[in-house]
Nanobody, 121 residues
Framework: QLQASGGGLVQAGGSLRLSCAAS????????IGWFRQAPGKEREGVSC????????DHADSVKGRFTISSDNAKNTVYLQMNSLKSEDTAVYYC????????????????WGQGTQVTVSS
């Protein structure tokens, strides 16, 4: 299971930290990704991480502003979002795939419920 939390309403330029708590699988063996879907738009990949070696990737639209990290002892992946923009407004989802590394574009198998992030301008 995947449980995303930490969304909310924030002003442009502000920060939020999302959490994705995982249970029921061997955390280190799974790639974890954050995705988002804005109203009327397709879902897009935001960031992903290899929990085994710490390798990360971020979409060009969030590079330099968002950082994905993991706490393997807590089976939790975080998405630190800084310098938020109105275009970051979306429902954010975390997902897991049973391989150590998987690019966001390839699709993930297991999904949690979303958490709403709203950035006011």
């Amino acid at each position: 299971q995947l449980q995303a939390s930490g969304g909310g309403l924030v002003q442009a330029g502000g920060s939020l930290r999302l959490s994705c708590a995982a249970s029921g699988f061997t955390f280190d063996d799974y790639a974890i990704g954050w995705f988002r879907q804005a109203p009327g738009k397709e879902r897009e990949g935001v960031s992903c991480i290899n929990n085994s070696d710490g390798r990360t990737d971020h979409a060009d639209s969030v590079k330099g502003r968002f950082t994905i990290s993991s706490d393997n002892a807590k089976n939790t992946v975080y998405l630190q979002m800084n310098s938020l923009k109105s275009e970051d407004t979306a429902v954010y989802y975390c997902a897991a795939d049973p391989v150590p590394w998987k690019p966001m574009e390839w699709g993930y198998e297991n999904w949690g419920q979303g958490t709403q992030v709203t950035v006011s301008s």
